[in-house]
Nanobody
Framework: QVQLVESGGGLVQAGGSLRLSCAAS??????LGWFRQAPGKEREFVAV????????SYSDSVKGRFTISRDNAKNTVYLQMNSLNPDDTAVYYC??????????????????WGQGTQVTVSS
C-alpha cells in the first residue's frame, strides 16, 4: 500500500518562498507529482518528476518559479516554491502512479494521493 504524506505548507507573504515535502512509503520507484486545489476550483497540475529525476514537467503558471526534486534515498519529493503570489494559495497534493510510466497533467493518470497541505500567500 502506498502512503504519501505532505508537509511544509503555511502562511507566507507575496514574494516569499516555501518548500513542500512529500514522504512516500510503499511503492517508491514511480514518478511523483504535485497538484493544487484552490477553493471553488478544480484540482490542477503543478509539476511531475520521474524516478531518476531526468525528466521534469511544470505547468505554465509555475514554470520558472517552482522546482520539483526528489531524494530516492529518503523516498521524498520536494517542491521549492519561490516568488509566491496570492494566486498560488491552495491545498497542495502529492500524487504517484502504480507503475513507472511518466504521467501527464490529468488527475486520472495518478493512482495514489496524499492528504494535502495548505499554502496561503498573503498580499
Amino acid at each position: 500500500q502506498v502512503q504519501l504524506v505532505e508537509s511544509g505548507g503555511g502562511l507566507v507573504q507575496a514574494g516569499g518562498s516555501l518548500r513542500l515535502s512529500c514522504a512516500a512509503s510503499g511503492r517508491t520507484f514511480s514518478p511523483l507529482g504535485w497538484f493544487r486545489q484552490a477553493p471553488g476550483k478544480e484540482r490542477e497540475f503543478v509539476a511531475v518528476i520521474n524516478w531518476s529525476s531526468s525528466i521534469t514537467s511544470y505547468s505554465d503558471s509555475v514554470k520558472g518559479r517552482f522546482t520539483i526534486s526528489r531524494d530516492n534515498a529518503k523516498n521524498t519529493v520536494y517542491l521549492q516554491m519561490n516568488s509566491l503570489n496570492p494566486d498560488d494559495t491552495a491545498v497542495y497534493y502529492c500524487a504517484t502512479t502504480k507503475d513507472k510510466r511518466l504521467p501527464g497533467s490529468q488527475t486520472y493518470e495518478y493512482d495514489y494521493w496524499g492528504q494535502g497541505t495548505q499554502v496561503t500567500v498573503s498580499s
